[in-house]
């Protein structure tokens, strides 16, 4: 076998990539999965929810480090680095590490899941904006903080509810007239004391010099008013990132990856699955049962041109 070369290349290496490396190597497949994340989205999980199995919810890094511990012991490479560029020339998938560095594959799975989207108003770029606050929160312990979460789907309400263990208040804002989260969260944050709900609110600019110090928001009744914050966490949705993959593929208005019913795109021999996938669900139970078929019908079409 040449240097490099693998029967599955998987990029991703959250629950839909480890899930696929898993099954592929089961098949018998020789798979590298590229990505530097072990249990990619997962580690930003307080408390995984929703997945049989685990009555009280499980921390998603440990569910991660877990499943990332099994695809290894299947015996699958992660060189722990993500792909820079993902080609195909005659029958092969080519994917250039961050290191330049090479592999070559005639199947390749697409697994590298969302990115968060952020708002596009003044100030957006300063420092005292996060992402996760799983990651950041633990900044503002006491601290007796103010902060924002902005947005109003499942995400935001468990960023809120995540952060009010933390700050001595947190307030959620949401442009929509209702929060757009499953009824349990919904109810969650209507019981906690310290978080306060700003409905039919929009951000109109963050404010202070170096740091933000504030949130400039508006609604029907008041043209605009400031809120002061000491740290702000952006909710406000995910969205594919393809920058790495030069194949054209069909994609939906949003950029998610356009599968058939064996989740092969509409470029013969590459297949996506999890998030990044044009789907109704973006869950880790979805992406999971994704990576197990995208891993089996990729055998299947690997098997079908020897
Ligand atoms: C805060 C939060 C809470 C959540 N809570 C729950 C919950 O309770 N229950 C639930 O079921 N789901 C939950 N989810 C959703 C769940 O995390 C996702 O549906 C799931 O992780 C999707 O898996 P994936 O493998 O498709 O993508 P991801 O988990 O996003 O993994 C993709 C990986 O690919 C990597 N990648 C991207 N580009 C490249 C590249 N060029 N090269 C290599 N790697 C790349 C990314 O960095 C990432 O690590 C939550 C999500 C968030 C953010």
């Not at 005659?90 to 708002?119: H, K, W």
């Not at 949705?237 to 795109?265: A, R």
């Not at 999890?274 to 078929?293: E, K, P």
Request: aromatic share 8%; charged share 20%.
């Amino acid at each position: 076998m040449a240097e490099n070369q693998y029967d599955l290349m998987i990029v991703g290496t959250g629950p839909a990539g480890l899930t696929a490396a898993i099954y592929g190597q089961r098949l018998g497949m020789n798979v590298v999965v590229l990505g530097d994340t072990p249990g990619g989205n997962l580690y930003m999980i307080e408390k995984l929810m929703n997945y049989p199995g685990f009555i009280e919810g499980i921390p998603g890094a440990q569910f991660g480090a877990s499943v990332f511990a099994q695809a290894q012991k299947e015996g699958a490479f992660f060189p722990m680095i993500r792909l820079n560029q993902l080609t195909h020339n005659g029958d092969q998938f080519m994917g250039i590490d961050l290191n330049s560095q090479e592999y070559f594959a005639p199947v390749t799975l697409v697994a590298c899941g969302v990115i968060p989207r952020t708002l596009e108003v003044p100030n957006v770029d300063k420092k005292g904006i996060f992402l996760c606050s799983l990651c950041d929160g633990p900044l503002f312990r006491n601290k007796d903080a103010t902060l924002a979460v902005i947005g109003g789907g499942n995400m935001a309400s468990q960023e809120a509810l995540s952060l009010s263990k933390i700050a001595k208040k947190v307030i959620q804002i949401y442009r929509g007239h209702k929060l757009k989260t499953e009824a349990v969260l919904r109810k969650s944050v209507e019981k906690t004391d310290n978080i306060e709900v700003l409905l039919d609110t929009q951000v109109v600019s963050f404010s202070g010099e170096e740091c933000i110090d504030g949130i400039v928001v508006s609604t029907k009744k008041e043209k605009e008013r400031k809120i002061p914050v000491d740290g702000v966490f952006m909710a406000v949705g995910w969205g594919p990132n393809l920058d790495m993959l030069q194949i054209s593929v069909e994609t939906t208005s949003e950029g998610y990856i356009k599968t058939n019913e064996k989740l092969m795109t509409s470029f013969s021999g590459l297949f996506a699955a999890g998030d990044i996938r044009d789907t109704d669900l973006r869950q880790v139970v979805t992406a999971c049962a994704d990576g197990a078929r995208a891993a089996t019908y990729a055998f299947e079409f690997l098997e079908s041109k020897r």
